[in-house]
């Protein structure tokens, strides 16, 4: 085995355009480097413990080194000695290796490895070799594709399969950063609790704009899932928007600007920067869905316009994304220009990855989660995800929504790191009136009724956002203001919220 054998013999196809034939080809491989990394597992099998975890025998490009592989990877995984002598009974009988002897074979890798050292090397080569493997298969399923195309499946479509098969190749070579030592873990840790510290209101994560939802998750936290969920009407959209919008545009002392990538499945880009126009300016967002507005109140429109056209808020309000798509575009906006937080309305909108079929929809949001989870791990960044809520909510006497509320799967409370649910008692109150029962008297009508008065008027433009679950601490609720008018939330001020001095 010379070191000159040991280049990877590779020749791109050479297509006709006339007919869209590939020439006869190689493919990508390194059969020294196989033979050598099989040759130092034999003579020392500790080197397993060394070498690259993905890899696996499918990743070889010569079936009897990965037959060889996998023998040895089982036997070592039992606590048995691989070697030569050893392996042989498992491949004996077989037409397996040169004219049939394995044995032979086996001693000629252990005899021929060039360095031990190298091994780990061997392994990163043989499994870059493979991914180039199936990059020429990609590539080659996305010529014939294209050449001859389904007539069911737009080339639109084409690109979505190729990009979704690129981007499971990329998550497969993707290495993990495998077991940490504590110091690093503790490390981490520690730093995360000085930046807290040096935050005026404790935050560790990226704001919410809302300070007592800051202080009790200390902000929306890198590589969690955060489920926000809530029944039609209840604001849900608004308080993401809200969030979003701040944690982009902040400028709070402690608080640091993140650029956001809010995925709007429900509503289109120009509908959601009517509504963050409308927050900021102050101005009746049906108001400027009708142009009806004075000349002061459109001159603060383009002022605001123009203030809030430089910040690091982008939207993508293409629909039925698979949370494949949101994956590859979120990576890309993370490599260009930076990303600090996912924002996607509303889950149950987005469709599972490209060439996953599920067979209920139960598995496909349960997919759908899982993938959303994997997302903020991979990207380091916090996922907040919009969620309904099933109509059992409206069956009860008391709105407030719980846990087992959440639409279609429990696995949506499994995957996230922190589920928030969005309750305004004002909706439910101006739906209905007090009725006078044919028993009651009208003096008790006439107090039921200033009862109900006094209890609309109490939580009149008032919302509660309900921490019903968080890994990293504690639950419970707490309100917070909201204004109709401009489908804006903020923090609750009131008489027993002001301090003494005031």
């Known amino acids: 085995m010379s070191e000159e054998s040991a280049n990877i013999e590779t020749f791109p196809a050479a297509v006709d355009p006339a007919s869209g034939l590939a020439a006869a080809r190689k493919m990508p491989h390194n059969l020294p480097a196989e033979q050598n990394l099989l040759g130092a597992l034999l003579i020392d099998n500790d080197i397993m413990e ?78 870059e070799a493979h991914l180039r493997r199936e990059l020429i298969r990609i590539g080659d399923d996305v010529i014939e594709d294209a050449i001859h195309p389904d007539v069911d499946l737009s080339a639109t479509k084409q690109i979505e399969t190729a ?12 290495a993990g950063a495998g077991l940490r030592n504590f110091e690093s873990v503790t490390a981490a840790a520690v730093n995360m609790a000085a930046i807290a510290r040096k935050s005026d209101g404790g935050l560790s994560g990226v704001s919410t ?70 927050e900021r300016a102050r101005i009746d967002s049906n108001a400027i869905r009708q142009g009806d507005l004075n000349a ?6 383009v002022e605001v316009s123009n203030q809030l056209s430089v910040a690091p808020f982008y939207i993508d309000d293409t629909p039925s994304l698979s949370v494949s798509q ?15 937080l ?43 995800a919009l969620s309904q809520l099933s109509r059992a909510v409206e069956q009860r006497e008391d709105k407030r929504p719980n846990l087992s509320d959440l639409r279609e799967s429990g696995s949506i409370e499994q995957d996230a790191d922190v589920v928030l649910f969005i309750y305004r008692e004002e909706y439910y109150l101006n739906k209905k009136d007090p009725e006078r029962d044919a028993r009651e008297t009208e003096e008790q009508f006439n107090a ?41 939330f903020s923090d609750l001020t009131d008489d027993s919220r002001v301090p003494d001095h005031f």
Do not use: C
């Open 326 to 340: 949101v994956a590859s575009r979120a990576r890309r906006m993370k490599r260009t220009g930076g990303l600090g």
């Open 163 to 174: 990009e979704a098969k690129l981007f499971q190749l990329a998550e497969s070579g993707e």
């Open 50 to 127: 060394k070498i690259d975890d993905r890899l696996r025998a499918e990743h070889f490009y010569d079936p009897l080194h990965g037959r060889i592989f996998a023998t040895m990877m089982r036997m070592i995984d039992r606590g048995q000695l691989a070697n030569p002598v050893t392996l042989k009974s498992f491949f004996s009988g077989t037409d397996d290796g040169p004219d049939g002897a394995i044995e032979d074979y086996l001693g000629e890798l252990a005899d021929g490895v060039i360095s031990l050292a190298q091994s780990a090397d061997y392994a990163v080569t043989i499994y």
């Open 209 to 278: 704009g809302l300070t007592d939802l800051n202080a009790k998750m200390g902000g929306l936290h890198r590589s969690d899932l955060i489920i926000l969920a809530g029944r039609p009407g209840m604001g849900k959209s608004a308080l993401a928007t809200t969030m979003a919008f701040h944690s982009a545009t902040t400028t709070r002392t402690g608080e640091e600007a993140r650029p956001v990538a809010f995925f709007s499945l429900e509503m289109s880009a120009e509908q959601l920067g009517t509504r963050i126009l409308s």
């Open 296 to 301: 002061e109140e459109f001159d603060r429109l």
């Open 342 to 384: 996912i924002v996607v309305d509303y889950l149950q909108l987005l469709t599972p990855q490209l060439g996953v079929k599920s067979e209920n929809r139960v598995q496909e949001i349960s997919n759908i989660s899982r993938s959303l989870k994997a997302i903020a791990k991979e990207l380091d960044v916090p996922v907040l």
């Open 448 to 488: 039921k009724n200033d009862a109900f008065m006094a209890r609309l008027q109490a939580a009149e433009n008032k919302a509660e956002v309900i921490i019903a679950k968080q890994r990293h601490g504690p639950v419970g609720s707490i309100n917070v203001h909201f204004e109709k008018s401009f489908t804006h």
